[in-house]
């Protein structure tokens, strides 16, 4: 069983309904008895950094995330803000991150952005994958995804960035750390690119 961490900060029927046209069970909850069954994760989210983790601390469920992601290795995907929250701070806010990989949640640097790059990213953009990575095998070497965002990971273990895509710059939107996986985009809004992603990481074994 796929669970989708309930906190309150997350759209979560299209992913839901992408799962189940992968065939895929999935169950939105913030349980900790389901969560501590699972075997996989996925943390969706959207909106505001310091919102989102206020959201998951006030949920109670942290200490569990905590004990499955990092302890027992747990596959974790996170979603837009939800891998945001994975990092260690956020230029938006002033609340620490989860902490599980060595990066910050930065602006965009509006001097190096094209007066045509527009803040927030949003619209569709070509991946770049930077290693091979388990939830981009395979893939499609034009693969494109859907973008909503105006913050962007910077990680400074550069091999945990598995893609990035150009916004002006390069900015890194894919990450994996061992069990630990996450993407700026939207899998869910991404017709058959997105789909592979997520089937990828049902996959894993």
Not at 140 to 168: K, N
Request: aromatic share 8%.
């Amino acid at each position: 069983m796929i669970a989708i961490i309930d906190y309150g900060a997350g759209n979560v029927a299209s992913i839901r309904n992408m799962l189940k046209r992968l065939g895929q069970d999935s169950v939105l909850t913030s349980d900790p008895a389901v969560l501590g069954d699972a075997e996989k994760l996925i943390l969706p989210g959207v909106g505001h950094f310091d919102y989102g983790m206020e959201k998951l601390e006030q949920s109670g469920i942290v200490p569990l995330l905590n004990r499955r992601v990092l302890e027992e290795k747990t596959p974790i995907l996170g979603i837009c803000l939800g891998v945001q929250l994975f990092t260690r701070r956020s230029d938006e806010g002033v609340r620490p991150g989860l902490g599980w990989i060595d990066a910050e949640t930065v602006a965009f640097d509006r001097k190096r952005l094209k007066p045509t790059d527009r803040v927030p990213h949003m619209g569709w953009s070509t991946l770049q994958v930077t290693r091979p990575s388990r939830i981009f095998t395979p893939l499609d070497a034009a693969a494109r995804f859907y973008f909503v965002h105006s913050y962007h990971l910077s990680c400074r273990q550069r091999e945990d960035v598995i893609g990035q895509v150009s916004h002006g710059y390069p900015i890194d939107v894919a990450i994996e750390h061992g069990n630990i996986f996450g993407v700026q985009f939207h899998p869910e809004k991404s017709h058959r690119f997105g789909m592979e992603v997520l089937r990828n990481f049902t996959q894993l074994s």
